[in-house]
């Protein structure tokens, strides 16, 4: 039986060690320690969850088959797809994937938009907040049956509740949005890089983000585009149609893309402490 796995990295170490500056070293900056100065972090150290995606059985023990499922058949091809993209990048040519390939990378690309607790705690708060309210015990019994004293308790208990929420955001997540994942690959797939080598891009606790050129579009609409960061020097994304195979960016796209990375996240990571110090002061 393999070894149960704890530390789950909602951004897989197969993309932060691109952007370490020293062997498995990297610069971090937290929200939580802001305005201090970047510190030197192991990426094994950050952007991570205990059991955030492990499922926790009512004796107590744990179930990470979904983590487990995350590694091996999406983090560990993050060296094969920046492969891919890099060889674009130097041959100006549209990227070249299998329809397998593809698809595999739609599906990391799916679960890496929704994987950070950036992006997944707010709606478990919210739909937690929905569902255990002072009534909440009555409409249980109304709609389902009288509980007993001991289930009234189990109810009650915050710790019950925040382990219910817990293992339904884990068996949620488990599930995959048909719908999403045909919508992401009827996208073109875009390869964008800095025009400057001085410049670089950064990573972010919530790695995805989305550009949109009107409120409420939807996804696959013209003007929305989702994108990555894999490296320094990579940047990867989905769009409705694409200009060109590369895209070149000038510092202020470089920028506006950094500054949106870090928007309303809890951190970030760099090879340059002076980017990253640059670019908290511009958004926190």
Not at 260 to 275: D, M, T, V
Request: glycine share 4%.
């Amino acid at each position: 039986m393999s070894q149960l796995s704890k530390n789950h990295h909602y951004v897989p170490q197969g993309i932060l060690r691109n952007f370490c500056f020293q062997n498995e070293t990297t610069w971090y900056l937290s929200q939580d320690r802001f305005p201090c100065e970047p510190e030197d972090r192991n990426i094994g150290s950050i952007f991570r969850r205990r059991h955030f995606n492990s499922y926790q059985r009512d004796d107590g023990t744990k179930d990470d088959t979904l983590e487990r499922f995350f590694g091996e058949n999406f983090d560990n091809y993050v060296p094969f797809w920046l492969s891919r993209f890099e060889a674009a990048i130097a041959s100006k040519q549209p990227v070249q994937l299998t329809d397998a390939e593809r698809m595999r990378f739609v599906q990391f690309f799916y679960n890496h938009m929704k994987r950070s607790p950036d992006f997944i705690e707010p709606i478990v708060k919210e739909v937690t907040e929905k569902t255990f309210h002072p009534n909440s015990i009555l409409e249980l019994e109304k709609n389902v049956r009288p509980l007993t004293k001991t289930e009234r308790q189990k109810f009650s208990s915050k710790k019950y509740q925040q382990r219910l929420a817990a293992n339904s955001r884990v068996v949620n997540f488990s599930r995959q949005s048909i719908g999403v994942l045909e919508k992401l690959n009827s996208m073109s797939i875009a390869v964008a890089r800095p025009l400057r080598p001085q410049k670089q891009f950064i990573v972010g606790s919530h790695p995805v983000i989305r550009f949109e050129n009107y409120p409420l579009q939807t996804l696959g609409d013209h003007g929305v585009e989702l994108w990555t960061t894999l490296s320094p020097t990579v940047a990867v994304g989905f769009a409705h149609s694409i200009s060109e195979p590369v895209l070149d960016l000038d510092d202020n796209q470089v920028r506006k893309l950094n500054t949106a990375i870090a928007r309303k996240i809890r951190a970030i990571a760099s090879k340059s402490p002076r980017l990253i110090s640059s670019i908290a002061n511009a958004v926190w």
